[in-house]
C-alpha cells in the first residue's frame, strides 16, 4: 500500500463538504477500479508562494512542486506529497485559461510527476485586477464580486454549470497518479 500525504486539506475540518475533499474522492474513485491501494493523510501546509495568484507556468508549477515538498516534510513516514496549485496563463490575443498543476513527489527519491488540468478562460478584466493587487488576491475573488458566484469554483459559473473544479482536479490527480503508477519505464 501507498501511503500519500494530501496537501491543503485544512478546509475538511471546516467544511463537511469541502472542494478538496470532493477533487480528491473523486480521483480515488478511480483509483479504486485499478490495483492501486492507497492510504491518505490530508496534511496542512500553508501557500508555498508568496502570492495568493499565480501568474505563467513557473510560478504555479513552483507553487504545486512546494505544496508537495512541503506534504512529504509534514508526513515523513508517506511514500508521497501531492501538492496542486491553480494559476493564470498568458496564451496570447487576450486568453488567460486558469489551469492547476499537480505535482505528485515520490519521497524516496524527490522524483515528481507534474500533470496539468484543463484551462478555463478568465476574463481578462479580473487578470487586470489580479494584477493591479500585485497577486494578493485570486481571481476567482474578483469574478465572485462581479458575477456572485462562489469564489473556489468559479469554473462552474464560466462554463454555465457543466464543469466543476474539483472535477477538473480530480482529473488532473488522477493522471498524476496513473503516470507514477502504469508508466512503462
Same mark, same amino acid.
Given at each position: 500500500?501507498k $501511503?500519500?500525504a #494530501?496537501?491543503?486539506m485544512?478546509? %475538511? $475540518?471546516?467544511?463537511?463538504a469541502s472542494r478538496?475533499a470532493?477533487?480528491?474522492?473523486a480521483?480515488?474513485i !478511480?483509483l !479504486?477500479?485499478t490495483?492501486i491501494e492507497?492510504q491518505v493523510?490530508p +496534511?496542512d +501546509?500553508? *501557500?508555498a /508562494? ?6 505563467g507556468l513557473?510560478?504555479?508549477? /513552483?507553487?504545486?512542486?512546494?505544496r =508537495?515538498r512541503?506534504a512529504t %516534510?509534514l508526513r515523513? &513516514?508517506?511514500?508521497?506529497g501531492?501538492?496542486? &496549485?491553480?494559476? %493564470?496563463?498568458?496564451a496570447g490575443?487576450g486568453?488567460?485559461p ?5 505535482a505528485?513527489?515520490? $519521497? @524516496?527519491?524527490g ?5 496539468t ?5 478568465c476574463?481578462? &478584466? *479580473?487578470v487586470v485586477r +489580479?494584477i ?5 488576491r485570486? =481571481?476567482?475573488?474578483?469574478i =465572485?464580486a !462581479?458575477t456572485?458566484?462562489? @469564489? +473556489?469554483?468559479w469554473?462552474?459559473?464560466a462554463?454555465g454549470g457543466? #464543469?466543476?473544479r &474539483?472535477? %477538473?482536479l480530480?482529473?488532473?490527480i488522477?493522471? =498524476?497518479?496513473a503516470?507514477?503508477?502504469?508508466n512503462? $519505464?
Amino acid at each position: 500500500m501507498k $501511503k500519500i500525504a #494530501l496537501h491543503g486539506m485544512s478546509e %475538511i $475540518k471546516q467544511h463537511a463538504a469541502s472542494r478538496a475533499a470532493l477533487r480528491f474522492s473523486a480521483s480515488m474513485i !478511480r483509483l !479504486r477500479s485499478t490495483s492501486i491501494e492507497l492510504q491518505v493523510t490530508p +496534511v496542512d +501546509v500553508s *501557500d508555498a /508562494l508568496p502570492v495568493k495568484q499565480p501568474i505563467g507556468l513557473d510560478e504555479t508549477r /513552483l507553487g504545486a512542486q512546494g505544496r =508537495a515538498r512541503l506534504a512529504t %516534510i509534514l508526513r515523513p &513516514e508517506d511514500d508521497y506529497g501531492l501538492g496542486v &496549485e491553480n494559476g %493564470i496563463m498568458f496564451a496570447g490575443g487576450g486568453f488567460w485559461p486558469d489551469l492547476a498543476f499537480v505535482a505528485l513527489m515520490r $519521497k @524516496s527519491d524527490g522524483h515528481t510527476i507534474y500533470t496539468t488540468s484543463l484551462g478555463i478562460p478568465c476574463p481578462p &478584466e *479580473d487578470v487586470v485586477r +489580479v494584477i493591479g493587487h500585485q497577486q494578493q488576491r485570486t =481571481a476567482g475573488s474578483f469574478i =465572485a464580486a !462581479r458575477t456572485g458566484c462562489a @469564489s +473556489v469554483d468559479w469554473q462552474h459559473h464560466a462554463t454555465g454549470g457543466l #464543469l466543476e473544479r &474539483e472535477g %477538473i482536479l480530480a482529473d488532473a490527480i488522477y493522471a =498524476a497518479f496513473a503516470i507514477e503508477f502504469h508508466n512503462c $519505464k
